[in-house]
Every structure is written in C-alpha cells, then in structure tokens.
C-alpha cells in the first residue's frame, strides 16, 4: 500500500526480541517462583506464536485471485490478525489475571529475585528496540496523524497488531519489574500478585482495542480516509470526467477495489467513451499502484 509501513521488518523484529525475551523470563520465572515473570513469559511465547501467525497470513494474503476467489486472499490478513488478538486476550491477559489472582490468595515469598530484576531490565531493553522499529515503519504510514488517528484509521491490519502488542510488552515488562522491586523493598510478596493483574489488565485492554480495529477491515472497510480523498481528487480533475457520482472502495489487504460512477464528458459515441474510461482506469492505476480492480460505471444523470 502507497504510503505504508514495511509490515514484515517490524514483526522480524518482534518475533527475535520476543524469543531472546520469553527464554530469559522462563529461566527468571524458574528461579524467582515469581508470578509476574511467570505471566510475562507466557506472553513472550503467545506473542511469538501470534508473530509466526501474522507471517503466515501475510504469506497467504499473497496468493492470485482464483474462480472461487477472484478478488484474491487480501483479506485473509485480516482473519489472522484478529486471531492474533484473541490469543492475546485469552492466552495471555486472561492467564495473566489467573495467575496474579491465584498468587493473591494463596502469596509466596520471591527467590533470587535479582534475576527478575535482570532480566526484566533486558527485557525492557529488547523490547524497546523493537518497538523502536516498529514505530519506524508505523511513522511512515501515519504521515502528519496522531498516533491514535493512525492506529483508528491504519488499514494495515498486521501494523496495527504489532504495535498493539508491542506496547503491550514494553509497558507490561515496566508493570513486571515495578512490582518484583516493591515486593523486594517492601518484603509483601502480594505486590507481585499485583503487578500480575495489572499486566493481564493491560494485555485484555490492549486485545479489545486491536480486535475493534481489525474486526471492522475484516467486515469490509474503504481505504483509507486520506487516500479515498486522493482518489476522489484525482477523478475530479481528470478531463474525461463531468462529475463524479459516486467513489466507492474497498481495501482487501494490500491491494484495493475502486467502484467509480461518473458522467462523462463523452456522450455520443460509444467507442469514445470506452476509450475515456481506459484511459481513467490507466492513469488511475499509475497513480495508485495499490488499487488492483477498477469497476466504471459511466452515467448521463447529474448526482443526486
């Protein structure tokens, strides 16, 4: 898509932070007996298994169009994507509110806690740098947009749930190593417990807010709101066209369909008029390399 942000690079990224990550919390978590760290490594190795996830729609979202299928398999990111967010949701926030609940009620006191301590600090660290990339590639598709415009307009379903559940990460490994440190200070195993809680409450919020965003493209979203206004604009100056009537599109993953009905500046002759709307379709595509189908509907009717 003109304009996006390199998909696969941030989730590379993500998948080699979130393994050198859920390894050393795993080895913390053994050591410890600390439930945070034990709730954070199942989330490193959800959303490693997300980031596995997320290649392979990307993979099959790439596939021709077929008899069955003829606008292609765009649209299967989406499918993955939302089921990204679910095992964010399930496996990793509500584990994580089990976890911090079950500790709770039934506390114990942290071992070793110092490799809680380090390993959270790498964490936060690892973490960063993929963040920090990740938002490299975010920044590209948001152009002027506030971050929070851009993730409610982002068509980029797999973008969108790699940032999601990078800040996740970062801001539950922060939630991790706040409550190992306070219940180290303070010697109440039950800040722990805490920490856990709040970690799976991040996780939930974070889940809700990303399945919201990609439920809506895979119901069927327009391209994006600025780019439809670039297509409409460029429709509107093109010489061929009178008036345009109607713009609608649909955004299947990458690639996008345009469903334009418009009055012609050409009336009589019929083999004209299909040279006009060619020659539309033609420029449009140049300009637009992401639209893939283009459907004309010229009309002698002013737009009502």
Not at 81 to 108: C, R, W
Not at 249 to 273: F, K, P, Y
Request: glycine share 8%; proline share 4%; with cysteine.
């Amino acid at each position: 898509m003109a304009g996006g942000g390199d998909s696969t690079r941030a989730i590379l990224f993500a998948l080699g932070a979130n393994f050198a990550i859920a390894v050393s919390k795993g080895v913390a978590a053994y050591f410890t007996g600390s439930s945070a760290m034990l709730a954070e490594t199942v989330h490193s190795l959800a959303d490693c298994g997300n980031q596995l996830l997320l290649l392979l729609g990307m993979r099959q979202a790439k596939r021709p169009p077929s008899p069955d299928y003829p606008l292609g398999y765009g649209k299967a990111i989406y499918f993955w994507s939302f089921l990204v967010a679910v095992m964010l949701f399930t496996v990793g926030g509500m584990f994580s509110l089990y976890e911090g609940i079950h500790k709770l009620q039934h506390p114990e006191p942290l071992k070793q806690w110092w490799w809680a301590a380090g390993v959270l600090t790498f964490g936060i660290a690892a973490e960063a740098v993929s963040m920090r990339a990740c938002l490299v590639e975010v920044n590209k598709a948001r152009g002027k947009r506030s971050l929070w415009q851009w993730f409610r307009e982002s068509r980029q379903a797999e973008l969108v749930v790699i940032f999601g559940e990078d800040l996740a990460a970062l801001f539950g490994l922060v939630f991790a190593l706040a409550a190992v440190m306070t219940a180290v200070v303070t010697g109440n195993p039950i800040w722990d417990a805490v920490g856990t809680i709040a970690i799976g409450a991040l996780l939930i919020v974070v889940a809700v807010f990303v399945a919201i965003e990609v439920k809506a493209m895979l119901i069927g979203q327009s391209v994006d709101p600025a780019r439809q206004q670039q297509i409409r604009d460029f429709l509107d100056t093109r010489p061929e066209i009178a008036q345009v009537i109607s713009l609608i599109t649909l955004q299947l993953g990458n690639e996008v369909m345009v469903s334009v009905q418009a009055r012609m500046r050409e009336e009589q002759s019929v083999a004209a008029l299909t040279d006009q709307i060619n020659a539309v379709e033609r420029a449009m595509k140049q300009a637009f390399p992401e639209v893939r189908w283009s459907f004309f509907e010229p009309d002698t009717k002013a737009g009502l």
